[in-house]
């Protein structure tokens, strides 16, 4: 193991996005592409999934480490709806898409791709659930809040606040 650096098997990070905090849903036309690209993912998610209890999970990924030294890594972007119960207190389903973007091992066979996409929809789970118990969905909840009342008095668009 490299001994300046804390070592960690799984690297799991993304931005949250409450759905019942959009106040607005037309894609801003000055945004750049990727962004507007995002924005209407995020959308069209809203309109199937509806604003209760459910989050828009983005700018996602997870590195596995897989060995002690860097150089043996697989990581994944993912992207998509978390619904939580009626309290926000746990995670009760997912709906996310899941893309290889690095490999250290070269070119996987298509049956451990889709073992480590199994293994990422348990892992994101544990890991939201662990963001609602530290109190993070809470802070997002607020922070869109007062991004939509900021964006209500300003009469400007703000985009997804983050």
């Given amino acids: 193991m490299e001994s300046d650096q804390l070592f960690h098997p799984v690297l799991i990070q993304f931005e949250c996005y409450p759905f019942r905090s959009a106040s607005r849903l037309?894609?801003?036309f000055d945004a750049p592409e990727p962004y507007q690209a995002l924005y209407r993912r995020?959308?069209?998610?809203l309109q199937q999934n509806g604003v209760e209890h459910t989050y828009y999970v983005f700018n996602a990924?997870?590195?596995?480490?897989?060995a002690n030294q860097s150089g043996h890594s697989l990581k994944f972007q993912?992207?998509?709806?978390v619904w939580t119960d009626k309290d926000d207190q746990e995670v009760e389903k997912l709906d996310i898409s899941i893309e290889?973007?690095?490999?250290?091992?070269?070119?996987?066979?298509?049956s451990v791709i889709t073992f480590f996409q199994t293994v990422i929809q348990?892992?994101?789970?544990?890991?939201?659930?662990?963001y609602i118990r530290d109190g993070e969905l809470a802070r997002a909840i607020t922070r869109a809040q007062n991004a939509m009342l900021e964006s209500e008095h300003s009469g400007g668009f703000?985009?997804?606040s983050i």
């Fill in 61 to 66: 990924s997870i590195e596995f480490h897989l």
């Fill in 78 to 81: 993912y992207e998509g709806t």
């Fill in 158 to 160: 703000m985009g997804m």
């Fill in 122 to 130: 348990s892992a994101v789970r544990v890991e939201f659930n662990r």
């Fill in 26 to 28: 037309d894609v801003p």
């Fill in 100 to 110: 290889l973007i690095h490999s250290d091992w070269g070119d996987l066979d298509r």
């Fill in 42 to 45: 995020f959308v069209k998610a």
